[in-house]
């Protein structure tokens, strides 16, 4: 593959060949294993935990499982060679909703999490004395 062609509209509309070998076995593990740990989540949300560790575990919840659904329908696509649903621009498409979901994800885990506990450690403080 040239990365010439990556420039050109044609290589993305165009019919990909059906994924084979270690490609196939590679995608498959990536879309299962981000479904099975939206599973996960979902199981762990279900347990008594604070809000905001709960919150943290049904946003991961829907992220595992919409991406994950998305990628294997986008590869069985591929492989039956349907027009148009199977063409690479979906795989684009689905990878910058994924970085972008993911850097949703690190915001609310690095920012928004610790102001969180602060406030609540604040307010139990505050709770504490009246």
């Known amino acids: 593959m040239s990365f010439k062609n990556l420039l050109h509209w044609s ?6 060949w059906p994924a084979e070998g270690l ?6 593990v990536i879309f299962l294993a981000l479904v099975l740990g939206g ?4 199981i762990f949300s279900q347990r008594q935990l604070p809000a905001p560790q709960k919150k943290l575990l049904q946003r991961l919840t829907s992220y595992g ?3 994950g659904l998305a990628g ?8 039956e060679q349907v027009a148009l649903l ?7 498409i689905w990878a910058v909703v994924f970085v972008r979901w993911s850097q949703q994800i690190l915001k609310y885990i690095i920012w928004r999490l ?5 406030e ?11």
């Open 11 to 16: 290589y993305w509309i165009n019919q990909p």
């Open 65 to 67: 499982v919409y991406m």
């Open 39 to 42: 599973f996960l989540a979902l």
């Open 120 to 130: 609540q450690a604040a307010k139990a403080a505050k709770e504490r004395y009246l």
């Open 86 to 92: 199977g063409s690479r621009f979906w795989m684009l």
């Open 72 to 79: 294997l329908i986008w590869l069985g696509f591929r492989q």
């Open 23 to 28: 490609v196939f076995k590679v995608l498959v």
């Open 114 to 118: 610790p102001e969180v506990k602060k």
